[in-house]
């Protein structure tokens, strides 16, 4: 028997499946929310798993995500494409759209589709494996809700703005680099808050320049505008923080630029008078056919090699292991399978909420 905190991989798609069902998302829509989802718990990645199911659910019944996802094409050439989201689930139509790219990307090579208007969409990893899945690399990146402070600033003015991008080798494991562009991004901070743990000195700072480490706080500090996450690099240019902010602004420009969306606070999710609206946030995907570039076989052996020169290098402690990129999320996967999701109290209060609220059916084992 299960231990109380921990559920099953399939007890948890049932319950994720049966919440999207209950507030109106059609079937095929929830099999890939659902598998964006249970990709990021079974990585480990605890930010964007079930710990984000009550947000879609909320923003649903709140009226601000449509649960009946739309994929309006406006522009549409060989190599590229402009897509309208109209406010529906992220997950749903950026698997559509990263697909639009590898199918494109079969006939000229590369390719690249900018989407609009969309929501939240998972980890952002869990698009460029799609091209890996199909022998290619590919990119996704998306902007968010305000958040990182430019360089020397004090106000939060562009979301954690994520890059991934992927690429086959010659191992299970691929080349999966899956990160923000702020030192961390607020999925751990509400992580931490649900665990009760402090945050690292240097993650944010108040509008005084001050760092923030307890979540609770921070949270509240980001709802009235009083707090910004730190770019990669941290304040100032000692640590070359101006790189962190300017890989922001490059994923904002992909993100909401190119796709004629809006950006920094026209994302906040509130109109003027405080009232809820759609995020109508932009994402931006590339799929590159490798087959284009050189032998697939070749390239696979190569980026395993590369992957490999990199693990096998000198280590300053023996005892810590080198890692690349996606490769500690792989490992994640068969414990986490066999061991189940792993769930804090505030998570299995949420899903008791739910299923109160949403009159579900499904049995829970705590």
Known sequence: MQSPDVISVEKLKEFMNEAFDKVGVPVDDRKIIVDVLIASDLRGIESHGIGRLKMYIDRIRDGILNPVSQFEVLRDYPGTALIDGHDGMGHVISYKAMQLAIDKARKTGVSAVAVRNSSHFGIAGY???????EDMAGYAFTNARPSISPTFGRDPMMGTNPIAFAVPTDEETPFCLDMATSIS??????????????????????????????????????AKKGASLLPLGGAGEDLAGYKGYGLAMMVEILSSIFSGGPFGWG???????????????????????????????????????????????????PEQRIYTAGEKEVENVPRIRKEGVPLNETLVENMQQLKQELAMEISLPF
């Open 127 to 133: 698009y460029p494996l799609m091209a890996v899945k």
């Open 185 to 222: 991004q607020r999925g751990k901070i509400e992580v931490a808050e649900r665990e009760g743990k402090n945050l690292p000195q240097g993650w944010a700072i108040d509008k005084q320049g001050q760092f923030v480490t307890d979540p609770s706080l921070l949270l509240q500090l980001f």
């Open 267 to 317: 994302l906040t999710g509130f109109d003027e008078k405080g009232k809820k609206i759609p995020h109508s946030l932009g994402h931006f995907f590339i799929a590159i056919n490798v087959s284009f570039f050189m032998d697939l076989e070749e390239f696979k052996k190569s980026c395993g090699d590369l992957m490999r020169s990199m693990r096998n290098s000198g280590r300053l402690d």
